[in-house]
């Protein structure tokens, strides 16, 4: 690293000089931007309050997924509304794929495994939604 005796300050402010007015420029143009966004959240955040409803999430679908409702939490971090959320039958089918592949079993296959066994076992059947309830903890 060069120590701030040995750097050329005209140089260096030269090359930058362009850089920092774009950024001036583009922060000049944007403020009024943040300026509306935070407006509208603001105005979001009364009708929500106006309804009692808190966002959890939204689906991959658009629809907000509000605490209370039940959703769908995928491997990948997606989180899916109850209506666009597979049956546990598909679970199961992505779960034995997987481990077909040689990409698992991993620790949360095993524990839908033990899901799986424990709904045959019940009784369950496999053809409703994989889905848990939205709560703020």
Known sequence: MTTSRSIDREKLSEELAEIEKAIQTIDALSKP???AESALVTVREAILDRYGAVIYDKCECGALILIGDKYHHCRDGEMLCE?????YADVKKQVEERIAEGR???QEDLDMMTV???????????????VVVASAA
Do not use: I, N
């Open 116 to 130: 799986f066994e424990v709904m045959a076992e019940r009784g369950d059947s496999l053809d409703q939604k994989s």
């Open 104 to 106: 698992g079993p991993d």
């Open 83 to 87: 209506e666009c959320a597979p049956t």
């Open 33 to 35: 931007l943040r300026t």
